[in-house]
């Protein structure tokens, strides 16, 4: 609290704001056990920024900015499953954006090298935490054994990124622990002056160790995320503009996206139950039923039916619901256009269909493997954010991605293949 009443009682500038003894506060309590006091300082410097921002911020006070709405989310009642994320801060492209104005190569190496740095950064926290070399979160520590199998899995979550990056071989091939350290060199090699600052990202709401996994994949697969439906509204505009093979290899990139990702899950799926349920209980109010970039990737495939568009799958990302209700072109909708005005013909045709067909294929199992790993840690429990938890993953893993093609389209024995 000193260093916090220091910067208010002086200039105040963002660029100097004490960070460090801020989050070491959140870190040694857990966002919902900060005491009442300390919030509300954190809330008169809120104020002060709020009053500089309003003659026109910089770059530092947007950050502070951000980083005080995520800290203080439960202290004002509105915290929920972008703010315990801190999606915010992490500048990935929001559902109200304009569509990008920079060329796709450099959208996807933006994005790659933000996934590569969140795995590398939990990878990091692994192994400090198994040399006792930080005391962060520091209950319900895992065993060795389990150490490792994590620093594999995360190795292989990120080595498709590091190879459309073209630093696959600055890992290469070593033990688990020994490649985790490289590839934590090849993150910090990677960033970029303007690349967010992961550790203010890192807000979890108890102590347990697991949680930074937790809150580390849920944020990589946000990413991922963005990321395809960025790819997807640029094939919508792609078949709106007759440019057939553009819109392919955007579809084709998108499904590459899940399936390359889908290792993601498998290092979710080495978080301790116990640990889980242990701060679960604390993050109530914030359910990836919140998720806008899932929902803006299933309402660019197809125009979600009235009870799903009105359920509070959508209800819970207003600004996603308010793009669809206002005419949301999608993927299904500008291809079956194509075809019918006869702007989509022949192999033409038939190349888009097949990679529609690959891409749903992609996102139906991502869907089911989502609904295993969910019942692995809920069973039949109720999820957070007022949600029914596995009945409703179960309900919607099911839903066709697209009307007009199905997963039967797909040719995996082509160039279009379906995730392994």
Do not use: N
Not at 120 to 132: G, M
Not at 162 to 168: C, K
Not at 335 to 353: E, S
Request: overall charge neutral; some cysteine.
């Amino acid at each position: 609290m000193r260093a916090l009443t220091s910067w208010l009682s002086g200039p105040s500038e963002p660029h100097s704001f004490p960070y460090s003894p801020v989050l070491a506060e959140f870190h040694r309590l857990g966002k919902h056990f900060v005491e009442k006091d300390f919030l509300a300082l954190l809330d008169s410097a809120r104020q002060v920024v709020a009053r500089r921002a309003t003659a026109g911020g910089d770059a530092a006070t947007r950050q502070l900015t951000d980083f005080l709405d995520v800290a203080l989310d439960k202290w004002d009642g509105r915290y929920d499953y972008r703010s315990y994320l801190a999606l915010r801060l992490l500048r990935l492209p929001d559902s109200t954006d304009d569509p990008p104005t920079v060329e796709a190569a450099d959208e996807r190496r933006v994005r790659d090298r933000l996934l590569v740095s969140l795995v590398a950064d939990t990878l990091a926290f692994e192994l400090a935490a198994a040399a006792h070399t930080t005391g962060l979160l520091p209950q319900e520590r895992p065993g060795p054994v389990l150490v490792t199998k994590r620093c594999r899995l995360g190795v292989r979550a990120v080595a498709p990124a590091l190879a459309r990056l073209g630093v696959a071989e600055a890992v290469g091939v070593a033990p688990p622990a020994t490649a985790a350290t490289g590839l934590l060199a090849v993150a910090r090699a990677l960033l970029s002056p303007g690349d967010p600052s992961l550790r203010l990202s890192m807000l979890p709401v108890h102590v347990t160790h697991d949680e930074y996994l937790f809150i580390r994949v849920l944020q990589a697969y946000e990413c991922i995320f963005a990321g395809v439906a960025e790819e997807l509204r640029a094939a919508v505009t792609a078949l709106a503009g007759d440019t057939p093979a553009a819109a392919a290899e955007r579809l084709g990139y998108a499904g590459d996206l899940l399936c390359t990702a889908a290792p993601l899950f498998s290092l979710l799926a080495t978080m301790q139950p116990e640990s889980f349920r242990t701060f679960r209980q604390y993050t109530e109010g914030a359910s990836a039923i919140q998720s806008r970039s899932y929902k803006l990737v299933e309402s660019l495939c197809r125009t979600p039916e009235v009870g799903r568009l009105d359920s509070v799958a959508y209800q819970s990302v207003p600004e996603v619901q308010a793009r669809v209700r206002d005419g949301q072109p999608t993927v299904d909708q500008t291809y079956r256009r194509a075809v019918a005005d006869g702007r989509l013909t022949g192999a033409d045709a038939i190349l888009v269909a097949r990679r529609m067909a690959a891409f749903a294929g992609a996102l139906t199992q991502w869907r089911r493997t989502h609904l295993r790993v969910a019942v692995r840690m809920l069973g039949a429990r109720s999820g957070t954010g007022y949600t029914e938890g596995t009945p409703y993953l179960a309900a919607v893993s099911t839903a066709p991605v697209f009307a007009a093609v199905t997963t039967d389209a797909a040719t995996p024995d082509q160039d279009e293949r379906r995730c392994a």
